[in-house]
Each structure stands twice: as C-alpha cells, then as structure tokens.
C-alpha cells in the first residue's frame, strides 16, 4: 500500500491534537515494524518529543513482560489489538495486583472489534477506559475513534472520524442509507493511500471515484459493513463479503 507522507502526518497530528503526549509521556513500542499500528507506536512519541519504551523481540506474547515493563519504565501509553487485551487480561500475574498499570494514562485497541465486555474488565482492573480506533492501512491506519464509556451493547463503537476524514454509509447503488440502516463503509479525504504498488486494477477496484466529491477525488471501499447511529457515531456489523 503506497501511503503519503502527507496521510501519515496528518493521522499524527490528529491523536496528537486529540490525546496531547507531553515530554514526560513514555509510548510502549511492541508491534513489529511490518505491521502499521507501528507508525504510530514509533513517529508520534518522536514528534511531540516523548519518549519511546522498546519492549523486547516477541515480548508482546508474554503478558507478565508487558506489564512489568510498564511498571518498571512507567509507560504511559500503549496499544493492544482485542484478542491480545483478551489474552492479557485472562492473565493472574497481570489481574492479581494492577499496581502495575498505575503509569498508565492512556490506551488504545485497534485491529478488531473491540468487545464491550472486555473494554468494562480493562477499565475495571486498571481505571483507564480504553480508545477504541478503527481504520485500515489504505487509509493511513486509523480513521475513526471512540472513548469507551460503559454505554450497553456487545460491542463498542467504531465512533467519529479523524481529522479531515470524511465517512459514508452507502448501498449496493452507492446511495446514502438513513441512520440505522446498514451499509458499506466508504472513506475519503487526506488519508486515502495512493493505491496498491504495481496492482492498478486492484487499486481501481477499491479505489473508487467520488460521485458526492470534488471531480477527481476518490472512495475508499472498506467492505466493512456498518451502521450511523443518531448521535453520529458508526457501530461495526461485519464484513459485506461474509
């Protein structure tokens, strides 16, 4: 995926406008580099002027690791994909004294859905409620974010959009559905990656022209199906595909 400098920065100045690092913020950095959720863990703390904590090689699978490297290094901030905060909190050395999250100041998922009921555990055991962040690599790696809040429901939503970010919920014709209506998910705006390196038709199949844009501006076919809640917010359904 061909990803802009311009897409990468303007992500990073979004979380940064949104969660504000300070120069005493320690970022946990334990996704390997191949992997996007990398960019941020690496280029926000280094361009707001916090520290990066570099866990060991693999050290992302041992849950006792992970959090004694938060107590130690009094990490601030940390991501975790769902299944791994599952894992994480399914742990005695990490859930039978959560002194060691008192670092902690904010935390983030992203990869999955996020079950509600594990973001309730996680608030539980540490006191920090979870960010929930959705958004795909061709669009610079998240797109949309959610505070948990102990709102009812299986699972917590994938929320509002970023910072120059737009979202349409659209139909099989590419027309708007009604709030509560599901639908595809298209993405527009800065973020949108140039496309797949050396796969034009793969890039034209899911790079679609804008029929409610500027002539020339561009959709994003996510095949993620999803559904506007009154207040604005997206609610995750599935995949249109399965």
């Known amino acids: 995926v061909v990803?802009?400098?311009?897409?990468?920065?303007?992500r990073l100045a979004w979380m940064q406008g949104e969660y504000g690092l300070?120069?005493?913020?320690?970022v946990l950095q334990k996704t390997s580099s191949s992997f996007d959720v990398s960019v941020r863990e690496f280029f926000w703390p280094l361009t707001t002027g916090a520290a990066v904590v570099l866990a060991r090689p693999d050290g992302h699978r041992d849950p006792a690791y992970l959090a004694g490297l938060v107590r130690e290094q009094a990490v601030t901030t940390l991501h975790f994909v769902p299944s791994m905060l599952e894992a994480f909190l399914g742990t005695d050395e990490v859930t039978a004294?959560?002194?060691?999250?008192?670092?902690?100041?904010?935390?983030f998922t992203s990869g999955e859905a996020l079950p509600a009921a594990v973001a309730a555990r996680w608030t539980e055991l540490?006191?920090?409620?979870?960010?929930?962040?959705?958004?795909?690599?061709?669009?610079?790696?998240?797109?949309t974010h959610h505070p948990y809040d102990g709102a009812p429901g299986t699972t917590v939503p994938l929320g509002r959009p970023v910072w120059n970010t737009g979202l349409r919920v659209l139909d099989t014709c590419l027309r708007p559905v009604p709030d509560g209506v599901p639908?595809?998910?298209?993405?527009?705006?800065?973020?949108?990656?140039?496309?797949?390196h050396a796969r034009p038709a793969l890039t034209a199949e899911r790079?679609?022209?804008?029929?409610?844009?500027?002539?020339?501006?561009?959709?994003?076919r996510?095949?993620?199906?999803?559904?506007?809640?009154?207040?604005g917010t997206l609610e995750?359904?599935?995949?249109t595909d399965r």
Do not use: C, I, K
């Not at 004294?97 to 935390?107: E, F, G, H, I």
């Not at 996510?222 to 207040?231: E, N, Q």
């Open 3 to 10: 990803v802009s400098h311009r897409a990468v920065l303007n």
């Open 22 to 26: 300070a120069a005493d913020d320690r």
């Open 97 to 107: 004294d959560p002194a060691w999250a008192a670092p902690l100041r904010r935390v």
């Open 126 to 143: 540490t006191g920090v409620p979870p960010h929930n962040l959705y958004g795909p690599t061709e669009a610079a790696v998240d797109v």
């Open 183 to 196: 639908g595809e998910l298209y993405l527009t705006g800065v973020q949108l990656a140039r496309g797949y």
């Open 207 to 220: 790079f679609v022209a804008d029929p409610y844009g500027e002539p020339g501006t561009r959709m994003y």
């Open 222 to 231: 996510t095949g993620d199906l999803v559904a506007r809640r009154a207040d």
């Open 236 to 239: 995750y359904l599935g995949r």
